[in-house]
């Protein structure tokens, strides 16, 4: 007949402190081991599973249970069970067997209410304990814990652990941490000492085939010993260190194709195996099989990104889609200017700016959405080049484009996130054929040309504009620009359609004072008009044609816009902030003029 679990003699320990008593050396003559356990030394099988998407977690702390079924599994021979039952230990469980094996050597017992509570974690003492039951060389060290005194219930054991090597102490303030839960990292690198097995180094690296851990990069502490735990492999050993001889190849039960594992892109070939050291689709996966943009620092930003708003059971296009609408709805504006684009990794730069800053203007947000892009496995590219408001206006912009099934798309979360936080414009951006979204994408074929050679300022229309600005100047610097008729006809350079919408206006002198910054909405022209024309019809058509959106990237609230007329002179003003202003200015002393 199966008893119940006492441990009458440990009763004290265990109401001062609820220690389990796998914790403690069974009592003699009470469950006492018919036979010393002994652990497989010998074969180097694989004794430590991953879980199904590869990854080892090797932060994870382990239960009473999965420390029975792995030890259980490296026993040379089994007990038959022992004569132990537990109230929350059940026939049928997947760890019952396990269970029995190690209670049948006493190698872990249960707790004196008749449970074993097997989902509790194990302790480092707890788990150095079990292994000193182990038959090994009682040898003696110089060397203690600060953090476990003689007086500790686990003293003996973890001396024991520290004179045979399976733990280390470095100096004099070394701490060994005994009740923290043991991580399945340090489970392996424990095992593997006490087991007297270490990983092939030069297998690790070169090795074809080799175990892919997607959350676990070659850098890790304990990453040879998880490989040496996690892989079935033949060996010779020399002075202690094993060269594998052979070993079985990794394949993951994940399908073929892209995978976002903790924010990070794998990809798995046809043999079921993740790909590493390769190009896959244009994407260059690193030596842990992770793609990578040549920056670690983009590549932690992005993954801490990713991690956030995709998870692996998505399509690649609901990947997609969730990366575009977290670009969208994550960054704000900021018109910080042109970028040199000639210049080789400015994507990288101002991809790794916006995701640290959460600011940007349209380059930094094409090359964030790139990189977002290429991490859920697409091949996309930041495009620096022309972009054409609804309206025809162009100007520098910058987007990001992905060619798929062999049509060129374009996307731009930067128009539709400011349109509709500014202005209550609502585009559709997402993933659009050239030429068939509301704005238009035109790729540069050359360096933009010299502007062409125009008449002098007029003294006037100079002095109007200095009043205009009064006390309250532009805050970003301004570019002043001669008008005339016939401007931009070479298509080389701005026309007047640029600045006032149209180009079918008879003016006599004009100047316009821009933004030197492109990316940034401002705009006061002055005109004056030939003798004998209509003002009111000139200033009612040049009120319809000023694009308020010319500048792509930003524009100014269309309600913002003043077309204002003062005898022969018109004044258009285009400003968020001060445009009321720079247009009564104009109202009080274009009279004077």
Known sequence: MKRQVTAAALAALIAAGAMPISACAAEAGDQAPVRTPALNTTEHMQYMNGYEDGTFRPDATITRAEACQLLTGLLVEKSGGGDYTFIDVPANAWYAAAVGEMTGFSLVNGYEDGSFRPEDTITRAEFVTILTRFPHDDIGTEQSFADVPAAHWA?????????????????????????????????????????????????????????????????????????????????????????????????TELAEGWHNINGLLFHVNADSQFDRNTTVDGLELDRNGRYTTGSEELDSLLADAVAGVVTDDMTQMEKLRAVYDYAKETFGYLGIGEVDTSKEGWEIEQATSMLKNKR??????????????????????????????????????????????????????????????????????????????????????????????????????????????????????????????????????????????????????????????????????????????????????????????????????????????????????????????????????????
Request: proline share 3%; with cysteine.
């Open 155 to 251: 003293y003996s054991a973890v001396q024991t652990a520290l004179a045979q090597g399976w733990v280390s102490a470095d100096d004099a303030d070394s701490t060994f941490r005994p009740d923290d839960a043991i991580t399945r990292a340090e489970v392996v690198t424990i095992l593997n000492r006490v087991l007297g097995r270490s990983a092939d180094a030069a297998m690790a690296a070169s090795g074809e085939g080799i175990r892919v851990m997607p959350d676990v990069p070659d850098t890790h502490w304990a990453y040879l010993d998880m490989l040496e735990a996690t892989t079935d492999h033949e060996y010779d050993k020399a002075n202690g260190v094993e060269s594998w001889t052979s070993y079985d190849k990794e394949t």
């Open 360 to 593: 940007g203007n349209c380059y930094s947000w094409s090359s964030v959405f790139t990189y977002l892009a290429r991490q859920v496995g697409f091949d996309a590219h930041a495009i620096a080049g022309t972009g054409v408001s609804p309206k025809g206006s162009e100007s520098v912009h910058a987007w990001t484009e992905i060619t798929i099934d062999g049509v060129a798309y374009t996307f731009d979360p930067q128009i539709e996130s400011v349109y509709a936080a500014r202005y209550g414009e609502n585009y559709d951006l997402f993933m659009k054929e050239y030429g068939k979204a509301e704005w238009g994408y035109v790729k540069s074929e050359q360096t933009e040309p010299e502007q062409p050679e125009a008449p002098e300022a007029d003294a006037t229309l100079v002095s109007l504009m200095e009043k205009v600005y009064g006390d309250k100047p532009y805050g970003g610097m301004v570019m002043q620009t001669v008008l005339y008729d016939g401007m931009g006809a070479d298509g080389m350079s701005r026309g007047l359609e640029w600045y006032l919408g149209t180009a079918d206006i008879e003016f006599e002198a004009g100047l316009a004072s821009e933004s030197a910054i492109t990316s940034a909405a401002h705009s006061v022209v002055l005109l004056r008009l030939k003798d004998g024309a209509d003002a009111e019809a000139a200033k009612e058509k040049i009120a319809e044609s000023v694009d308020p959106f010319k500048w792509v990237c930003v524009g100014v609230d269309p309600d913002k816009v003043r077309v204002e007329s003062n005898g022969d002179l018109i004044c258009v003003v285009m400003d968020e902030e001060n445009g009321d202003y720079y247009a009564d200015n104009f109202l009080s002393f274009a009279v004077a003029e």
